[in-house]
């Protein structure tokens, strides 16, 4: 198997075997509100401060790992806990996530690469966005930011990783970080 069609099954396959996470996350209070273009300030808070609780241990977990991954996924430009830390005062007190998915580094980082699309541009876009300098939460500029061009530089690198023994714990590890995700983030939920 050539690895162009490694990348290509691999690509169906996460967005194949995610879709149903992936829809039950749209489904959460604040994707609908964002979507509807209802959302407030008061949930975008609630839901930073349970993204916060997922995403900082996961990023610590990571760190932890950094050496195996290597330079070439550049995660210290990936995370983004620290600016979740910069939108919540409260960060510090916040609940974490008890269990995290197991930690294999290149698999587990398909989940994080994945997850980085819960931070829509548009969710800039709260009530408080349009006072003053204030253009949203510093995550989701972050995730403005964060280019096309770099995250597709990223994936390229991260679909080159990936070989047909491996594509099944890539598969399962990424499925595994959104069923964790969506079950921390429903349970904010009322």
């Known amino acids: 198997m050539s690895s162009s069609s490694t990348t290509v099954d691999i ?3 996460l967005r194949h075997e995610t879709r149903a996470v992936h829809e039950a996350l ?3 209070p604040f994707n ?5 273009g209802t959302i407030t300030e008061a949930l975008t808070q609630q839901f930073l401060a349970r993204l916060y609780g997922f995403v900082a241990p996961f990023e610590a977990q990571l760190r ?3 050496e195996l991954l290597g330079p070439a996924w550049e995660l210290p430009r990936r995370y983004r806990a620290h600016l979740l830390r910069q939108d919540l005062p409260e960060a510090a007190t916040l609940p974490l996530v008890p269990e995290l998915p197991p930690s294999k580094p290149a698999p587990s980082f398909w989940g994080y690469v994945r997850s980085g699309r819960l931070h829509p541009g548009r969710a800039g876009n709260c009530p408080s966005a349009s006072q003053s300098q204030y253009s949203g939460p510093r995550v989701f500029q ?7 061009p770099a995250l597709e530089n990223l994936c390229g690198f991260a679909y080159a990783s990936c070989y047909p023994a491996n594509a099944d714990a890539i598969v399962a590890s990424a499925s595994l970080t959104f069923q964790r995700l969506h079950a921390w983030l429903e349970q904010a939920q009322p």
Do not use: D, T, V
């Open 26 to 28: 749209e489904q959460l």
């Open 11 to 13: 690509l169906a396959r």
């Open 64 to 66: 932890s790992k950094e």
């Open 32 to 36: 609908q509100a964002l979507g509807n």
């Open 142 to 148: 972050w995730a403005r930011r964060a280019n096309r």
